[in-house]
Structures are given as C-alpha cells and as structure tokens.
C-alpha cells in the first residue's frame, strides 16, 4: 500500500500510531509531502529522529519543503533509481528517501512528477535564533526547467503531481498569518506552479505547505490526516 500525508517538522508520534494501528510492512510507503524535519536539527538530533524512523515498519518517500536542508548538500547522501525516477537516501537508512525535484516515480501505476521547496516566511526568526534555514529553499531556475523538460516529454500529461506548496490560485488565504506582510512574501515558486497547471493534464494533486487539509477542485492540501495515495477522493 501507498498512503500520503502532510508536513510532519519532525515530530512523527501520529505516523507511529498509524503504523501500528494498521499493521503496515516495510514493503508499505508513506509520502510526507514536504517539511517532514528529518533534515533540519542538526546532525546529533536529526539521527536520533532518523533512527526512530527506520525503525517503523514502513517506508518513507519525502518531498522537499522548506524547513529542511536539501539532501543533496549532504555529503552522507547518495543516489539511486527507486519506482523509475532518482531519490536520495543515506546508507545507513535506506528506507528513509527524498524525491529528487523534477523527477517522474511509477507509484502504483500512477505516472508521478515530483516538484519540492517553498518560501519560509519564518526566515527571520529561523536567523535569528540559529535554527536551520537554506537559501536553496525554493525551486531554482535549473530545477524549474528540469521539471518542465521532463513534461515535454510526457506531453504535459501526467497522473499525479507531488508539491510542498499549492499553485498560487489554490493558495488557501484564510490560512494566512494576519501579522505577515503578504506583498513582502516571496510567491514565486507559487506562481510558477500557477503556469505549471495552466498547462498540465493531470488527475490530481496533492501538497502541504499550509498546515491545514482542504479540497479544491483536483488539488488537495494535506496535513494531518493520512490517507490512501490515489486519484479518488
């Protein structure tokens, strides 16, 4: 089975309920869908999370979001081919993967684009008090022609697309901090996005990002709820 469910910022008490409460196997996968906080500690306390993780009986597929640095950067990563696209994975937890940005997975038949990061409107006080912020947060213009490169070549068709932020006309605004200046909010990456469904044939969409669970014609924002990966619903 394929479940999925939204940004975990490390703290994986519900994933090990769920675990246990439906008898998964490690031949299972979770998707986090970004800000799963694996990544982001530092190094003593993300291996004691880390540990945690490999010891459940699933495996994990995590999208990049913005609270966590990019796998890439980390010397302990490498790569490998996984369900047909490229994830990241350290040897010493092997079932703990990230999605290389841009990628197509095969996941339970379903043709599955995978396109990470967001803007942390949290940089500040990240500086500030010395907790992990990465200015590769977002999508860079290499990635971003990456991914549309790889639609090319599917004829802008696929089944499922895998964010950490939502296309920016989906962007649940009652969400928003009132305190937050939203014009000083980089929207960039949603406003790629935005071009990117214009364009896209596709029968669903799932993201995180905005710490709420909403429906939205075939795009659905996930937190914490977990759920079966699939087209319906």
Same mark, same amino acid.
């Given at each position: 089975?394929?479940?999925?469910?939204?940004?975990?910022?490390?703290?994986?008490?519900?994933?090990?309920?769920?675990?246990?409460?439906?008898?998964?196997?490690?031949?299972?996968?979770?998707?986090?869908?970004?800000d799963?906080?694996?990544?982001?500690?530092?190094?003593?306390?993300?291996?004691?999370?880390?540990?945690?993780?490999?010891?459940?009986?699933?495996?994990?597929?995590?999208?990049?979001?913005?609270?966590?640095?990019?796998?890439?950067?980390?010397d302990?990563?490498?790569?490998?081919?996984?369900?047909?696209?490229?994830?990241?994975?350290?040897?010493?937890?092997?079932?703990?993967?990230?999605?290389?940005?841009?990628e197509?997975?095969?996941?339970?038949?379903?043709?599955?684009?995978?396109?990470?990061?967001?803007?942390?409107?949290?940089?500040i006080? @990240? #500086?500030? $008090?010395?907790?992990?912020?990465?200015?590769?947060?977002?999508?860079?213009? *290499? !990635?971003? +022609?990456?991914?549309?490169?790889?639609?090319?070549?599917?004829?802008?068709?696929?089944?499922?697309?895998?964010?950490?932020t939502?296309?920016?006309?989906?962007?649940p605004?009652?969400?928003f901090?009132?305190?937050?200046?939203?014009?000083?909010?980089?929207?960039?990456?949603?406003?790629?996005?935005?071009?990117?469904?214009? @364009? #896209?044939? $596709?029968?669903?969409?799932?993201?995180?990002?905005?710490?709420?669970?909403k *429906? !939205?014609? +075939?795009?659905?924002?996930?937190?914490?709820?977990?759920?079966?990966?699939?087209?319906?619903?």
């Amino acid at each position: 089975m394929i479940y999925i469910t939204g940004d975990t910022h490390g703290q994986f008490g519900r994933i090990e309920t769920f675990c246990e409460q439906l008898g998964t196997s490690r031949g299972d996968i979770l998707i986090i869908l970004g800000d799963a906080g694996i990544n982001f500690s530092g190094w003593n306390r993300d291996c004691v999370k880390k540990k945690f993780l490999e010891s459940l009986p699933i495996t994990f597929f995590c999208i990049h979001g913005n609270h966590e640095q990019r796998p890439q950067t980390i010397d302990s990563y490498k790569e490998k081919q996984w369900h047909g696209g490229i994830v990241y994975y350290e040897e010493e937890y092997p079932d703990l993967l990230f999605a290389k940005d841009g990628e197509v997975f095969d996941l339970n038949g379903k043709q599955t684009i995978v396109m990470g990061g967001a803007y942390s409107i949290d940089k500040i006080i @990240r #500086l500030m $008090y010395g907790y992990g912020w990465w200015p590769d947060e977002q999508p860079s213009d *290499k !990635i971003k +022609k990456c991914v549309e490169s790889q639609l090319d070549k599917l004829d802008w068709k696929v089944d499922v697309v895998l964010s950490h932020t939502t296309p920016l006309k989906y962007a649940p605004v009652e969400m928003f901090l009132s305190g937050v200046d939203q014009s000083k909010v980089d929207k960039s990456t949603e406003e790629w996005l935005d071009g990117i469904e214009d @364009r #896209l044939d $596709y029968q669903k969409w799932y993201c995180g990002h905005y710490h709420t669970e909403k *429906k !939205i014609d +075939k795009l659905e924002i996930m937190f914490e709820n977990v759920r079966e990966f699939g087209i319906g619903g």
